[in-house]
């Protein structure tokens, strides 16, 4: 099925509900998957192998801002206007041809504070951000499962970044995947703190989506981590239910590790760590040996983000003085 084929369904009952306005604004925080999403059944509609879980960002996300212009699209990131030939104007546009009419253009303004490409998600929070902009630009009224929908098909994790907090991307089994989008949990942790250390900004060699396929395709590693994805959402969920910062920690610290060992098994080998991320690694695992609660993940990228509870915030700004606290639920 094509995605334009899919947008088509979605938006064929959506007649206006309200009068569209001139320009719309949305934002969108960025998610951490603490069970992680790699690997798809479906390139095209970016449908998972599996489900995954992940917490939102709340201020580190994506202000985007969308209204008609004349001739061709332009798009603004941070303030500043791309080349037509920039990989990043190239794809929004390619996600917007699935929704203008003939002769139809856009001005897109994006905000991001988080930086791009540097395995943060920037693609999760920015694409949807501009599908809640869009549904207010054209008024479509569409809920949070088909603005996920929709989001998935401009990036996987972006379907996640549709509702804030604990989300759950059910990977779905069907063909058109109308049944693979995120549902909120309805579960608060204020004191779960999330620390991330930025290593690097530099966009990655190897983007998550050349990474997961190269993986699926040639990683021996590859069946094993789907079973332990399984195990590890009903882990996931027990802690969150418990509010056990012993058992999430280690659930996500150990998947992500596996989905790191499971792309290194890739040939040629999927690597996304540097030096510095072994450091912080060895030394988030001799703190905790000391007796503190941490635990880290690791997405597509080679900065850390540290999983741990509000009481224990001063330690790990002293070991780790660049640390960026976020608490989602705060
Ligand atoms: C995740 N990542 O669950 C995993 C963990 C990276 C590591 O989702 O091809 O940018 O657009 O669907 O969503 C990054 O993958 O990939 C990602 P596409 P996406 O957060």
Redesign the pocket.
């Known amino acids: 099925m094509k995605k334009s084929d899919l947008v088509t369904s979605i938006l064929k009952n959506q007649s206006a509900k309200a009068a569209a306005p001139a320009e719309a604004e949305a934002y969108a925080s960025a998610n ?2 603490l069970i ?3 690997g ?1 059944r479906d390139q095209e509609l ?1 449908l998972p192998n599996t489900s ?1 879980l ?1 917490i939102s960002l709340s201020v580190f996300g994506t202000r985007t801002r969308v209204k008609h212009t004349k001739g061709s699209d332009k798009i603004f990131l941070n303030k500043k206007k791309l080349a037509a030939s920039d990989g990043f104007v190239l794809r929004i546009r390619r996600f917007l041809d699935l929704f203008r009419s003939k002769n139809e253009y856009y001005e897109i303004n994006t905000l991001n504070t988080v930086p791009t490409a540097a395995g943060l ?1 920037s ?2 929070s920015g694409f949807a951000a501009l599908v809640k902009a869009l549904n207010d630009f054209y008024a479509w009224g569409l809920g949070p499962r088909e603005l996920s929908i929709l989001a998935r098909l401009g ?4 379907c996640r970044s549709i509702e804030e907090g604990f989300v759950l991307w059910n990977c779905g089994i069907r063909k058109d995947g109308m049944d693979s989008f995120a549902e909120k949990i309805d579960i608060r942790w204020p004191e779960l703190a999330i620390g991330v250390i930025m290593l690097s900004t530099e966009k990655k060699k190897i983007s ?2 050349e990474g ?1 396929q190269r993986t699926v395709e040639t990683s021996v590693l590859y069946h094993s981590w789907q079973q332990k994805v399984e195990q590890d959402l009903a882990r996931l969920k027990q802690a969150l239910e418990n509010k056990d910062i012993a058992l999430l920690g280690q659930t996500a610290e150990s998947n992500a590790l596996s ?1 790191h060992a499971t792309a290194l098994a890739a040939w040629p080998p999927v690597c996304y760590w540097q030096p510095k991320s072994l450091e912080m690694i060895q030394r988030v695992w001799a703190l905790r040996h000391q007796g503190l609660g941490l635990y880290l993940t690791m ?2 990228g080679a900065n850390i983000k540290l999983l741990f509870k509000s009481g224990i915030e001063k330690v790990v700004k002293n070991h780790f003085p660049t640390v960026e606290c976020i608490y989602p639920f705060k």
Do not use: E, P
């Open positions: 951490i998957a992680k999403y790699w798809k970016n995954s992940s998600a693609s999760a990036s996987g994790s972006a998550s989506r997961m989905m997405d597509a």
